[in-house]
Structures are given as C-alpha cells and as structure tokens.
C-alpha cells in the first residue's frame, strides 16, 4: 500500500522524466489490476513520452478497459503514440479484442486505419474478411496494403479472385507486393497465372515476391518462368528464382542452375549449389565438382553439400 501511494504521488508529479519512470516501476512492482487504470489514465499525459510509455506497458492488459484505452491512443495527435499502440494492440490476441477491432476498420483516418489491420492480421478473425475485402478499395496504399496481410493470414479461397486482381493491376509496389505474397496459400490456375505474370511485373520487388511463391506453390508449369528469371537483372530476383527451382526439384532446370554456379555474385554461386543438391540430378555432378574449389568457403560448402546428397540420392 505504502509502494502504491508513493507510485500514485510521483505519477502526479510536474517533471514527465518522474512521471514516466513511475509508469515503469507501477508495472514492474504491482499487479496488472493495480497497474490498469493508471496506464489508462496515463495515455493522457501531457507528455508524449509518458503516453508512449503507458501504450507499451498496456501490451500486457487484455482487458475491454485497456483494449478501449489503446483504441482511443489510436487518434494520439503524435505519429510515434498511434504506432506504439497498435503494436500493443498487435500483440493481444484475445479474440474479444479482435471483435473490437473490426469496429474501427471503417475509421475516417487512414493512419487508424492502417493500424487496425495491422493489429488484426495475426488475429486471424473471419469477422475480418468483409473489411479487409473491402479496404483493397482503399484510397491509401498503406491501407490496401495491410489488409492483404489480414487476408493472407486468413487464407480464405474465396478471396482469391481479389487478391489476384490487386496483384495484377495495383498502382502500389508494394501492394502488388503483398498480393502476390498472400497467394502462396493455394495452386489452382487463376493463382499460377497470377504468380507468372508477377514475374515479368515492372518493379524487381514484385518479381522477388513472385520467385518466392512460386517455390511455395510447387508447380511444374512455373519452372519455364523461374528458368527465365535467372536472367533477371535484379540478383534478389535471380536468388530466389534459383532457390524456388531447388524446392521444385525438377530437372528441367538443371542445366541453367549450372550456369548460374559461374555468376561472379558468390551468393547466386551457394544458392544455384543448394538447388542442384535438392534436384539431385547427377547431370550436375561435373559443373558441382568444379565449384568445389570455389574462392568462397560457402560456395564451395554447398556445392560439397549438393554432391553428398546427389551420391546419396544416387546410391539408395
């Protein structure tokens, strides 16, 4: 009791550097109920650094109180305030609280908007869908953006025709990005035409994405494609391209993954060499024998690896 009055006389106290300080202790030194309602009381401060504080300290609560609390921190005048509780938010993954969240999806600022469903992708609600669906019509990029991420963590199959439409025609990289990114969850046609035509998108960044999902997706009909990106004048593109054809194993790639083992970038070297060991085509043994002496001791690591498992392979 004697802690708890001396906590609540320096949370009063003029100087913010005291006040703040006396959020950190309050948490460290009494029970989240104790605790509640001054961090509540605490998102008001005066101070931003105080209210940031109490935003971070109410990760911890999953009460409606707290929830409401941080909902309400959402419309903070500062941006650094706005983004700390909807990491808090984020974090809480009581169902209760997600309901609270879908409310706000339809907030009139973007920037709440943005952190709503930030805050309810790893939620995973299927209260969610409707208002993410809706959002990819978001004039804010960041918006349509994040609810990909709500939808992609749903992996809903009715929202497939969206999510391969944004990919296809979204003004916004990185939206496009995203799309492309939350279509990794399923193989059917209308999605491999999506993930190909990603990978001739204008921006290397939606390429990249592409080359990752292709691998996910396990599709023979991409490898033509991925071949294709090994030419990519971006090496992220090339990277991911070699790595994705090493998880679909098939030997239609084997002679470009060899080519690939003289790139002078080194890392292209180890991933073309990893690939080639997943294949496990012994038509690569010769170009894999070479690089085994290779100036670079990951290179020449995975390329001792890809040999092992060929053999292996091989002798089953």
């Not at 209308?190 to 990603?198: H, Q, Y």
Request: proline residues 4%.
């Amino acid at each position: 009791m004697e802690l708890e009055l001396l906590l609540r006389s320096r949370l009063a106290d003029p100087d913010p550097v005291v006040r703040r300080i006396a959020l950190i202790e309050l948490v460290d030194e009494t029970d989240p109920d104790t605790a509640k309602p001054f961090l509540i009381s605490a998102l008001q401060d005066a101070n931003k650094e105080v209210r940031i504080e109490a935003a971070q300290a109410l990760e911890a609560q999953d009460s409606p109180e707290a929830i409401s609390a941080l909902l309400k921190a959402l419309e903070d005048t500062e941006p650094t305030v706005r983004e700390v509780a909807a990491q808090s938010l984020s974090a809480n993954k009581n169902p209760e609280v997600g309901a609270l969240l879908v409310e706000w999806t339809g907030h009139a600022d973007s920037d709440v908007r943005v952190a709503i469903f930030r805050a309810l992708r790893e939620l995973r609600l299927a209260a969610a869908t409707i208002p993410a669906l809706n959002a990819l019509a978001d004039e804010d990029a960041r918006v349509r953006r994040e609810a990909v991420g709500v939808l992609g963590w749903l992996k809903d199959v009715t929202t497939l025709s969206q999510l391969v439409n944004l990919a296809k025609t979204d003004p916004d990289t990185e939206v496009r990005r995203a799309a492309v990114g939350a279509l990794g969850f399923a193989s059917n046609d209308t999605v491999r035409v999506a993930v190909d035509l990603a990978l001739f998108d204008v921006d290397w960044q939606v390429r990249e994405e592409a080359a990752t999902v292709a691998g996910k997706l396990g599709l023979d009909s991409l490898v033509a494609t991925l071949i294709r990106a090994l030419d990519d004048s971006y090496w992220q593109v090339r990277l991911k391209a070699a790595r994705s054809l090493g998880r679909l194993k098939n030997s239609h790639a084997v002679p470009a993954l060899c080519e690939v083992l003289g790139h002078p970038i080194s890392n292209l070297r180890k991933e073309a060499a990893l690939a080639l060991g997943e294949i496990a085509d012994p038509a690569a043994l010769f170009y894999l024998y070479m690089v085994t002496q290779d100036p670079d001791p990951d290179v020449r690591k995975a390329a001792n690896l890809a040999v092992c498992r060929i053999n292996f392979v091989r002798n089953k």
